[in-house]
């Protein structure tokens, strides 16, 4: 923990903020980041990229008038800078600079001095309560992530991650993301940081709601907006930032960081004097943005909309003695003007009564109500009939609410479009083991998105609608005892063209079954429910009696193995500056192996196997295809760190099998009981010129450089990797533009990327060429930008046999194979044709290879500056004597401006010294 050094008292403590959900906390209390980012700046007399002490405390003493809390920082700043902040209350979220825009992952010494990077940085200031987060990178290009793939950037992101929190165990880990690398999958983060730009506020507000499930159950934080007052009016930029703040703080985001604080920036060794994104000029006089800040950060956070509903909410408890205490208590912290609570208690034979009366003594918007056992359904239509709000709320009695649930629940009401509106539920992090791999199992309840904003259905444990809507189709459907009530409500209502919202924002806790046995009990409930929604809502069905979703299930990862994978929109050549992942709906087939219908297929042509050893080799095919799907879910789902272990994990394997078996059979068997019982019916973004090029001036490439490509493909495994220097601004639009117009030329049959590519850690292709009939040579691209006109630029790719070849030549040999006993003369024409394809494929290997060759050595003949070596660079020193008060009061002397013009016509004559770069 952090020790006051002397001359250091008066350092405030402050407590270290913490993410629990998706919100962030200290101590108890709720934290919301008010914040601005801060610098970088010339260095001070001290060599720090800071003010002077005495700027920052008068700048400090300005963001707290503001209402700021936080600020950002883009390097390590040094103990006596978190100090100050302390002192006036303010938290720093650190920025770790490190060469992002290089290929980092390639050289294992950058990796390295990567890592290192980060241990120093933490372990010098490890501990400080000043300390917000940190930030282990900003912004990797997208084109860099690309190169590498996006799996690999993640793990190491991942890695970096674990370093920090092994220096500095109670401090926040974050990365600031950006939209053209939003697909970037980091669940290891404390929260998600990201920085947009988007100054249209029906975009902002969005891009917003996206980013939210984009989280998934982490905080959000903007880490960075602004708008440039130069190229805008003052009071634009002041409207802009009001709207912004209003609208991230409205959608339910942990915090914003607005760029920047002051006017003065430097970057790049020099001041930045055609951006102005401060709220406040170079000399620290307030522009119209401060004020616009600070009327949203000097405001208790969230803020409520205007004339909000009066909200009636709904608890319906049967026997529910162990979390009714729990659920009750969470409403005294609940921070919302008006609204009620009524709790029908559904004839408990428990203490549930008891407690519910206990509290509505001692609180008075606290309303019970007693009555027989009548079914869930028919308790909330009495919860709905005494509701006296226009809107109506309903969780469960094993849940307790966030402190602003109804906040964020006003605010997705004021959309008129919505009548219903629901909200995610966590799990609660004191939960015990079961109820953790409960949580992580199938079955749990939850949402189906179809768009950001739009829901399928809504849980009933965080479920509202407007009153009048409800009663107006009847309410809830009695028939439903137990579960499927919320179903059926939802596609009821849509089947009457209304909208259902969804808002990220609108927070509950849910605690999990904490027995196996209450956990299958609820699967059975979940079996029944489905086979009572069937007959009324048979074409939301499939063909095994599971329900069939428009949209997308939240957080399901069952079926991956067999559904389409994730692909992401990269724009053509990875350029898309918004390039977003896109989860692909759930699938019969996709689910297939972990049906009921499936498993006692798979086991009956087991039981087959005296009879039929093909049946017994399908069943054995089949089960390990189930075997492979509930290892895959065991392997993806997340525990807490105290409950993850072997056993955990093999109670999720267990729970995976059980869970559809049990609820399939069930849901047969009501089947079955009803029919019985009612006799009846129970790119291409533009490049520069890509014409073709001139072809006296394509290079020769002769038979032993060929050769050579060949083998050194070989020898790589079908994959190449060049790279050279270029001093000459070579920028990856025209390298890619250059190479385009050469397989004009040569007539190569080429495909341009189209934009989208698999979520996985194999990095997307730009162009994909095809020398041969029987081959496609995949290349990508990157240029490494080294400061001036200086560029490394990168080419690597791969080079396969199509997959008809192959399949071709996998069904001759083993045609040969299968001939050679029966029918030699057959094996041996299968044979020579194998060796025939395998020439072809070799000759096709052999024309890409050369095509690879030829494309490097045009580039580097027709492009000017490139170079197998590092370029050197003529570095000019000077010696520049620092402006002080009194070396500005002085007068120039005549001689010495004539001796200045003199060297503004003769550089020459001013260099002190001359480096080799």
Known sequence: MFQIEEGLAGVKTLPRVRAKGRYLFAGEDKFFIKGVTYGPFPENSRGEQLPEDETVNHDFELMRRAGVNAIRVYYVPPRRFLDIAARHGIRVMIGIPWPEHLCFLDQWEVKEDIKKTVREAVASLAGHPAILAWLIGNEIPSHIVRWHGAGKVEKFLARLAAIVREEDPEGMVTYANYPSTEY????????????????????FRSYVKRLQNVAGELPLVLSEFGMDSIRNDEEHVAETLSWQLHSAFELGVSGTMVFAWTDEWYTGGHLIEDWKFGIVTETRKPKPAYQAVADVYRQRLPMLPENPPFISVVVCAYNAASTMDGCLASFARVDYPGFEVIVVDDGSTDDTGAICDSHAAAAPYIHVIHQPNLGLSAAR??????AQGDVVAYTDSDCYVDPHWLHYMAWAFTDERFVAVGGPNLTPAEDNRTAACVAVSPGAPTHVLLTDEIAEHIPGCNMAYRKEHLAGIGGFDATYRAAGDDVDVCWRLQDQG???????????WHHRRNTVSAYLKQQKGYGRAEALLLPKHKNRFNMLGNSRWAGRIYGDISGALLAARPIVYHGAFGMGLFQTLYEPKGSLTAYLPLSMEWMILAVACIIATPLS?????????????TIAFV????????????????????IIAGLTVAQPVLRGWTRYKTVWTLRRGAGVNACPLPLADTAGCDESSLPRVGLFRRLAATGSILAHRLSFHRFFWNN????????????IGLLRTLGVSYALDSGFAASSSTPPWDLAAKAGKLTTSRLRVTVENHGGEKRFVRLAGSVLPSGASFLALVACLGAAAGCFLLHPVLALAFGAAAVGLAGWMTVGLFRSASLVATIIQYVMVTRPGCSMSEPVEERVTRVVKPRTAETVAQPVPEETVAAAVAAELEPESVVVETEAA
């Open 381 to 386: 239509n009495v919860g709905m009939n005494a």
């Open 184 to 203: 970037l999958r980091l669940p290891f983060l404390d929260f998600l940081s990201i920085n947009v730009y988007l100054h249209d506020k029906k975009a």
């Open 631 to 650: 290892a895959y879910r065991v392997s993806k789902a997340r525990l807490p760190e105290q409950y993850d272990n072997i056993t955990a994990r093999l």
């Open 498 to 508: 209304h909208l259902i919202g969804f808002s990220a924002a609108m927070t509950v």
């Open 728 to 739: 000459k601004s070579l920028e990856r639009d025209e390298l890619l533009a250059s190479i």
């Open 613 to 625: 050893f093909l049946a017994g080799g399908l069943g054995l095919a089949m089960a390990a295809m």
